[in-house]
Every structure is written in structure tokens, then in C-alpha cells.
């Protein structure tokens, strides 16, 4: 199928000029399906991965129907996190450059900013285009500062994580204050069934459309499956970190609450651990992650709402706690290891009650190297059709046969003096690992303090 060109949709000279500096050939699927849906002033919904394009699904529309010499907010975009607010305007800020906008206003209004000074500012000059957290924006606009009752388009991105965050009140509350002809944009990774209210409540005939996730995952990361088995995921990961020693380990978790058990494990163990999470304060967490950059913290805690839009470099190795409630989030995680052509690792946990959702994402596409942890080293082991087939035949074999089959095994033993000459070896060769990693790792903070 031909990709879809940015020249079909009829948009101003401008703006494909902008597109093209900004290094846009083709339109991404979900680009394709919403930008004449939403040039024709129809509300949407879509539902897509992150690194899909939905960005300037909205924004390229946005620019179009812009009127710079308009000076009241005209466009008001909703994201749950400040570090999605900031890689919005970023954009937007690029966008406007680029199509030599120089006097449009585009304001960024997150929590744990000055608000006193936003509002005395406001009082002043209304931003044509305004980005923010929806905590944030709500005080604005309850304080008289922010004025929307003229705004032309919501865009509410993340919906699904600004409802488990607890945002969507105060979503709810924007929009109420915007005119009763406002054109609606829903974006999600997720469409929770909470979230249906909103959309009946404020989406007139939205045009739903959903882009599936590709299960592709980069030629450059090792995909690994582990059993738990008897063992408990805490057992399991201790000895992949000890294993690993990595220049920095992401592991997810499906739950905060969980997030928060894994992380007080791992510093009792020891670790000095990074949580990511809805619980932790606005403050804490932007300290959190100033600490991340730096390069404090060799291992991370994360729950996949909160650590979404959030670009960490350097992951070596990504643990998923368990297989994710949403399958989709699961090339999202293992896309965070094995960036930029380095070699990353990702390995996820599971547990026989999980098995469902393994043979899911097998069908999606995934595909896993299936591995188990031997005497400290981790080893390839048959995956679970092989295993599951062997079973079967020795349940067709005569009783007695089995039996031998079991005694024959039992009593193989390996030359001591060869498992001892392995042992050393592996021994040795594991240390030469975790001295090259810790040298790669010095080096790059070094580098990274010039």
C-alpha cells in the first residue's frame, strides 16, 4: 500500500514548506487516517502507540487553521505529564520556526512552575497556543487569567494515563469552560471503559480510529523469556541485576503499588533505586529524573503510564516484572533498551498463570528467546511448544519406559574436573564483562560532566 503523501491533504503551502525542513517525506498511518478528518472540523479519537506520529496528527492540522493575527488562545492541548508538555511545545515551537511564525505565542503551563508570574503575565497577553498540565490549566482558567472561552480546538493527549493519574476532572472542567461548538481531539494508547463519560459528554459523531501495534522489535535487542516457576519475581530479578550488572536497568512494573513493594526490595538488597510512578510528587519526580539523567541511579522503577513520554538514554537492559495488563505497552517497554544501534537486553518475567498472555503477544508477533538462570549464568532452554510437546510423547510411553527414561537421566553425571575448568572459565569471563561495563559506564559520565 502507498504510503500517504502530506500533499494530499490540501494543506497550506506553509505548511508542507514546514514539514519538509522539519524532514517529514510521508505521513504516518495514524497521520493519514485523522489530518483530513480533522481539517473538515470533525472531533476524533485515536488510539495509537507513542512514536506512531499522533504528535502532528494534531499539530499540522493545528498550524493550518491557525490565525497568527488573532491574539486570544485559539488551540489548547492537555497532556498528563510536564515532560510530555515540554516535547509538545518543543514541536509546536519547531513548527511555528519553520513556517517563519516568529510573533505567534505558544505558552507552556505545568505544575511545579510560577503560577503568581503566569498569572500576572496573562493578564497581559493570552498565548495563541497554550500547552499544559491539566492541574495547571484548570487553576488558570478558574483564576480568570487563562481565557478559553474562545478557544477553536482541545486536544486531550494520553487519556488514558491523564484518567489514572486522576487528571481527567479537571479536563472535564476545561472543556466546560470552552465554547459548545469546540472541535474535540482524544488521543490514547488505551481506551479504558472509564473513559467513555468524557468522550459521550464532550465528542459530538467523533471519528474513531484505531492503529495497531506493530510487534516489531529492533534487530539490535535480545528478547529473553524467563519462568519464574516455584521462585518469587524478587529471587529472579536479584540474580539477573547481580547477572546484568547493567549500565542502567528500566524495570516495569503493572501496577504503582507494586512499583513501590519492587523498589523497597531492591533497597534493602542494597540498590540504589529510581521510582517513576502516579504516586510520586511533582517535585520529587522532577528531581527523580534530573538524578536518572546524571546518571545516579543504575537501576529504575517504573510503572508504564508514568514512564511514558519520558526519554531516558542509556537503558542496557529493560525487566519486565511480569507480562503488561495492556499487551500493548509491551513493545513500548522493550523499545526503551537497544536504541540508536546500541545493543540492549530485555527480559520478561513470567509465571504459569500468565501463559495466556504470552501465547497473545506470540501471535502479535513476538518473538522470545526462551532462557533460564543455571548456576548464576543464564542459559537457552527449549521454549514452552517443545517442552509442552515433549510432555505429551512421554505420556504416550509406556509407564516403564518413562521410568527408565528418568532413572538413564538421573544418573549422568559430568567429569569433576571439566565442571570445575567451566566453572572457573565462566567465572573469569564474567568478570571481564562487568569490568568492561563499568569502564563503558565510567566513561560515558565522564563524558557526560564535559
Known amino acids: ?46 488510539q495509537s502507540q507513542t512514536g506512531s506520529g499522533k504528535t502532528h496528527a494534531f499539530l499540522v492540522p493545528l498550524f ?4 497568527p493575527e488573532l491574539q486570544q488562545t485559539q488551540y489548547v492541548i492537555t497532556t498528563p505529564s510536564r515532560e510530555l508538555a515540554a516535547q509538545i511545545t518543543k514541536a509546536a515551537r519547531l513548527f511555528a520556526e519553520k513556517m517563519g511564525l516568529v510573533k505567534v505565542s505558544i505558552a507552556e503551563y505545568v505544575g511545579g512552575t510560577d503560577k ?47 484518567l489514572d493519574m486522576g487528571f481527567l476532572v479537571d479536563v472535564d472542567y476545561l472543556a466546560g469552560a470552552m465554547p459548545k461548538d469546540l472541535q474535540t481531539l482524544v488521543f490514547s494508547a488505551t481506551m479504558p471503559e472509564k473513559l ?56 516495569f512494573t503493572n501496577t504503582k503499588e507494586r512499583a513501590k513493594e519492587l523498589a523497597a526490595h531492591l533497597r ?20 527523580t529524573m534530573k538524578g536518572i539523567l546524571n546518571l545516579d541511579y ?29 499487551l500493548e505497552f509491551f513493545v513500548h517497554r522493550v523499545g526503551r533498551t537497544g536504541r540508536n544501534g546500541l545493543p540492549g537486553t530485555a527480559v520478561t518475567l513470567y509465571q504459569p498463570d500468565e501463559e495466556a498472555q504470552i ?16 548456576s548464576g549464568e543464564i542459559v537457552a532452554v527449549k521454549d514452552r511448544a517443545a517442552r509442552h510437546q515433549r510432555q505429551a510423547s512421554q505420556q504416550k510411553l509406556d509407564p516403564e519406559m518413562v521410568g527408565m527414561v528418568k532413572k538413564k537421566k538421573k544418573h549422568v553425571k559430568p567429569g569433576y574436573k571439566r565442571q570445575i575448568k567451566n566453572t572457573l572459565k565462566r567465572k573469569r569471563q564474567q568478570d571481564r564483562r562487568i569490568a568492561q561495563r563499568q569502564e563503558r559506564r565510567n566513561t560515558m559520565r565522564q563524558n557526560k560532566q564535559h
Open 116 to 162: 503568581a508570574r503566569q498569572i500576572k503575565q496573562l493578564a497581559n497577553h493570552q498565548a495563541q497556543i497554550v500547552v499544559g498540565t491539566p492541574g495547571r490549566l484548570k487553576d488558570l482558567v478558574a483564576s480568570s487569567a487563562l481565557v478559553v472561552n474562545q478557544v477553536k480546538m482541545l486536544v486531550v493527549d494520553e487519556a488514558d494515563m491523564t
Open 298 to 326: 543504575q537501576y529504575v522503577v517504573a510503572t508504564d503510564l508514568a514512564a511514558r513520554g519520558i526519554d531516558i538514554e542509556g537503558v542496557s537492559h529493560v525487566i519486565n516484572d511480569g507480562v503488561p495488563e495492556e
Open 268 to 287: 534493602q538488597e542494597g540498590y540504589k533505586v529510581a521510582e517513576i510512578h502516579g504516586d510520586i510528587p511533582p517535585r520529587e519526580r522532577r528531581r
Open 1 to 46: 500500500m502507498t504510503a500517504a503523501q502530506f500533499g494530499q491533504f490540501n494543506l497550506k503551502p506553509a505548511v508542507l514548506s514546514a514539514l519538509k525542513e522539519i524532514g517529514f517525506q510521508e505521513a504516518t498511518p495514524i497521520q493519514a487516517r485523522l489530518i483530513p478528518t480533522i481539517l473538515r472540523g470533525r472531533d476524533v479519537v485515536g
Open 196 to 251: 467513555t463519560p468524557f468522550l459521550k459528554k464532550y465528542l459530538t459523531n467523533p471519528d474513531f480510529q484505531t492503529i495497531p501495534t506493530e510487534a516489531t522489535i529492533a534487530d539490535t535487542i535480545d528478547n529473553w523469556l524467563i519462568s519464574t516457576k516455584s521462585k518469587s519475581k524478587e529471587v529472579v530479578i536479584d540474580q539477573l541485576l547481580t547477572i546484568f550488572n547493567p549500565y542502567l536497568a528500566l524495570i
Open 359 to 374: 501465547a497473545a503477544l506470540e501471535k502479535m508477533g513476538v518473538h522470545f528467546a526462551h532462557k533460564q538462570i543455571r
Open 64 to 67: 493550518n487553521g491557525l490565525d
